[in-house]
């Protein structure tokens, strides 16, 4: 359990201090977030697919507490922890998040087309392959038929991920979430009760896991009425 590892004085000195370098360039970080919020909100093709957007930096608190997991579970595998000043801009990937919402699930295929044109356009190299995290295995086998990635969620939340590099000399990453407005409620509900750490009132984590087979439900629905409308003329 990593709640048993023991911090020392240096640990907590050292993310003291990747804390701040993030507080320090802070607005490096934003400014690779407008660019890149541009860039997808300045392209037509894409947008016809998109419902809705998001965006937002990663409170310093949240980065805190997300070190101190990492370092935590470092420990418990005797790994090192490699995170440093000179890497956490890429490293941690969410410093600066992006996330496009979309009404019905067979609308990922445009919207996976037309994102990689964005970022071949405007030189957003991909900093890791596109992931569809799914606990799904209707949604795993429709993602894998679409040619995206899959992973296995643990924790009943569907998203596809993709994550991109900054244009810039200095190097920085910024994950892109692409998801359904059904998947966006069980989302911020589930990250109400349990980030950064797990809500520990059980009924609340049941009916949680509830709510992602109700919404689940709720996008296959919309995907069968947009599939009747797009029939009526055929």
């Known amino acids: 359990m990593t709640a048993d590892i023991?911090?020392?004085?240096?640990?907590?000195?050292?993310?003291s201090r990747l804390v701040s370098h993030y507080k320090e360039n802070?607005?490096?970080?934003?400014?690779?977030?407008?660019?890149?919020?541009?860039?997808?909100?300045?392209?037509?093709?894409?947008?016809?697919?998109?419902?809705?957007?998001?965006?937002?930096?990663?409170?310093?608190?949240?980065?805190?507490?997300?070190?101190?997991?990492?370092?935590?579970?470092a420990k418990a595998k005797n790994h090192r922890f490699t995170i440093s000043e000179k890497n956490l801009m890429y490293r941690?990937?969410?410093?600066?998040?992006?996330?496009?919402?979309?009404?019905?699930?067979?609308?990922?295929?445009?919207?996976?087309?037309?994102?990689?044109?964005?970022?071949?356009?405007?030189?957003?190299?991909?900093?890791?392959?596109?992931?569809?995290?799914?606990?799904?295995?209707?949604?795993?086998a429709f993602f894998q038929k679409c040619g995206i990635q899959t992973v296995k969620s643990p924790t009943m939340y569907t998203s596809v991920h993709?994550?991109?590099?900054?244009?810039?000399s200095t190097k920085a990453t910024c994950e892109i979430q692409v998801r359904t407005l059904a998947e966006e409620l069980w989302g911020e509900v589930d990250h109400t009760m349990n980030y950064p750490h797990e809500c520990e009132v059980m009924s609340c984590r049941e009916q949680i896991k509830v709510l992602a087979r109700v919404t689940s439900?709720?996008?296959?629905?919309?995907?069968?009425?947009?599939?009747?409308?797009?029939?009526l003329d055929g």
């Open 6 to 15: 023991r911090i020392t004085k240096s640990d907590r000195a050292l993310i």
């Open 26 to 73: 802070r607005s490096f970080i934003e400014v690779m977030l407008k660019q890149l919020s541009e860039a997808i909100l300045g392209s037509p093709r894409l947008m016809a697919h998109v419902h809705s957007t998001k965006s937002r930096l990663k409170d310093p608190d949240h980065l805190e507490d997300k070190l101190f997991r990492k370092l935590k579970d």
């Open 92 to 140: 941690i990937n969410d410093l600066a998040g992006f996330r496009i919402l979309h009404l019905h699930t067979e609308q990922i295929v445009s919207i996976d087309r037309e994102l990689r044109a964005v970022f071949d356009e405007y030189r957003f190299p991909l900093y890791e392959t596109p992931r569809a995290r799914t606990w799904d295995d209707e949604s795993r």
């Open 162 to 168: 993709y994550v991109v590099q900054s244009n810039s």
């Open 217 to 231: 439900s709720c996008s296959r629905l919309v995907d069968s009425i947009f599939r009747s409308y797009e029939n």
